[in-house]
């Protein structure tokens, strides 16, 4: 398994997401775990309203000896219809999470979405505490851009080392308005800010969700007969590669320079051992940019 650097975390680039956990029994939890781990992943994200932290708190208890080799990280903010970066509400969600793994501490928080009534102030207090109690032992955000990154800053301390984006072959907004730069096409449109330029700038790791999805979490564009180009162009390179299109997919992504680490939320073992897989590759330049054509982006 490729591995990382996101601050003092030595992370595998393949990330196991764990939303759908709550969907298996324990079997079903034991065998995607047991995957994930003998694939070399060492990284896990949750976030507070998966309602999937009890259940990956319960094979943690199952598997004594599993924690101190892992990372767990989490997300909060969102709840009962808004979004909420309060000091009160950041400190709740990260101590019901605690409890809930059945842990002493997370390896990484992120805000999962922006809070346009912060106040970066709060926030920062709600990061020195959870900081200096030993419960949060690194910080980032998710779905934002460099301008709301810059505004926390003036008060957070802590570096913000992550900004988990979506990502993937259809929703590729991360590279198309910088490949159709001083273009006037629907794809020179940039909506968030540069924030893959920033990103590497300020040594902020990218997390990828959804990177085998269309539109906001609508479907898997992978076999699905209304991309009958792209699954052309995906079938051509994994025959090449000797992957699945799957695993063509994940490649993709990690040949990036920007070293983004792919976040796969299949609870399938079979599917997680292909994504892995795409670790032993790197796609050349050529076949990184036949593939993104072949998704059906513009290149001036």
């Not at 992370?11 to 775990?33: F, H, Q, T, Y």
């Not at 990280?73 to 409890?99: A, M, P, R, W």
């Not at 699905?224 to 180009?229: L, M, S």
């Not at 070293?259 to 032993?280: R, S, V």
Request: negative net charge; contains cysteine.
């Amino acid at each position: 398994m490729k591995t990382i650097q996101i601050n003092n975390m030595t992370a595998s680039a393949v990330s196991l997401g764990c939303m759908r956990m709550p969907e298996l029994n324990e079997k079903g939890i034991d065998a995607i775990m047991d995957t994930a781990l003998e694939c070399g992943i060492n990284y896990f994200d949750h976030a507070d309203i998966y309602e999937a932290e009890e259940c990956f708190g319960a094979y943690l208890k199952r598997h004594k000896g599993v924690r101190e080799n892992i990372y767990i990280q989490t997300k909060c903010s969102i709840h009962d219809g808004q979004y909420d970066f309060s000091k009160e509400h950041i400190i709740k969600s990260v101590e019901n999470s605690l409890s809930l793994f059945g842990v002493d501490y997370v390896d990484a928080l992120l805000l999962h979405r922006p809070d346009t009534l912060m106040e970066p102030e709060e926030v920062a207090e709600a990061f020195d505490k959870l900081e200096s109690e030993g419960k949060v032992l690194n910080f980032g955000v998710s779905n934002h851009n460099p301008m709301q990154i810059e505004l926390l800053k003036t008060a957070v301390k802590q570096p913000l080392m992550i900004n988990q984006l979506q990502f993937s072959l259809t929703e590729a907004g991360l590279v198309t308005s910088g490949i159709n730069v001083n273009m006037k096409n629907p794809e020179s449109v940039m909506h968030d800010g540069s924030v893959l330029e920033y990103s590497r700038i300020k040594k902020i790791t990218i997390q990828t969700w959804s990177p085998f999805q269309f539109g906001f979490i609508y479907g898997n564009y992978v076999d699905n007969d209304g991309y009958p180009e792209l699954n052309a162009v995906l079938a051509k390179h994994a025959e090449k590669y000797g992957l699945t299109k799957t695993a063509v997919v994940a490649a993709w992504i990690l040949r990036h320079p920007a070293n983004m680490q792919l976040i796969a939320g299949t609870m399938n073992p079979d599917h997680l051992k292909e994504i892995c897989k795409a670790t032993t590759v790197t796609l050349s330049r050529a076949d990184w940019y036949d593939i993104y054509s072949g998704a059906g982006h513009f290149k001036p």
